[in-house]
Nanobody
Framework: QVQLVESGGGLVQAGGSLRLSCAAS????????MGWFRQAPGLERAFVAD????????YHRNSVKGRFTISRDNAKNTVYLQMNSLNPEDTAVYYC?????????????WGQGTQVTVSS
């Protein structure tokens, strides 16, 4: 079992920055690829970014490329999402997820989510 706890969300003005953290406990963190997803009101949960087990490979959805950066610290069992140049369309609940099967359709574990609200 892996427990994921997100933090770092909040209210920010457009153009501002936030850094989300997701702390993992339980099984070996470095066995899992990690991802960030978001769900805006009335929309389905959507992939944002992911990072490989050792942090050597990352992928970001087009709409956040150049603004968001996913990273991880395996010594701290934590994955991060640095979000810069935020705009109101980034408003959503942000979730982290873990998979050791490379399956982002059905990740093995989800966090409980953290709210990000960007005001115009």
């Amino acid at each position: 079992q892996v427990q994921l706890v997100e933090s770092g969300g909040g209210l920010v003005q457009a153009g501002g920055s936030l850094r989300l953290s997701c702390a993992a406990s339980g099984r070996t963190f470095s066995n899992y690829a990690m991802g960030w997803f978001r769900q805006a009101p009335g929309l389905e949960r959507a992939f944002v970014a992911d990072i490989s087990r050792n942090g050597g490979n990352t992928y970001h959805r087009n709409s956040v490329k150049g603004r968001f950066t996913i990273s991880r610290d395996n010594a701290k069992n934590t994955v991060y999402l640095q979000m810069n140049s935020l705009n109101p369309e980034d408003t959503a609940v942000y979730y982290c997820a873990a998979t050791n099967r490379g399956d982002w359709v059905r990740p093995d574990y989800w966090g409980q989510g953290t709210q990000v609200t960007v005001s115009s």
